[in-house]
């Protein structure tokens, strides 16, 4: 059963921007720290940003002041906004939900080439 679906993946230029999106129940949402991660090819799984329910937010410094997550409590989602994207950027990027439970999703590749 599939808890976290996310979208907005896909081909971006150096330079551009994309904004993925988190869709999850109101029974995770709510009682959870909600957090990106992503994958490069041959590299491990790395934390992005995290946002908690009250809204407070943590970046890896490889993408401060280019990304934003953001949280609407009203359709239980969880946005990553990426701007000035950069071909290292290029990774399989997760959705997680953190709570009494851990919930991950099924990724979406985002690639970044001129």
């Known amino acids: 059963q599939v808890q976290l679906v996310e979208s907005g993946g896909g081909l971006v230029q150096p330079g551009g921007s994309l904004r993925l999106s988190c869709a999850t129940s109101?029974?995770?949402?709510?009682?959870?720290?909600m957090a990106w991660y992503r994958q490069a090819p041959g590299k491990g799984r790395e934390f992005v940003a995290i946002?908690?329910?009250?809204?407070?937010?943590v970046y890896a410094d490889s993408v401060k002041d280019r990304f934003t997550i953001s949280r609407d409590n009203a359709t239980n989602t969880v946005y990553l906004q990426m701007n000035s994207l950069k071909s290292e950027d290029t990774a399989v990027y997760y959705c997680?939900?953190?709570?009494?439970?851990?919930?991950w999703g099924q990724g979406t590749q985002v690639a970044v080439s001129s």
């Open positions: 997680a939900a953190h709570g009494t439970r851990n919930y």
């Open positions: 946002t908690t329910s009250s809204g407070s937010t």
């Open positions: 109101r029974s995770i949402f709510s009682i959870s720290t």
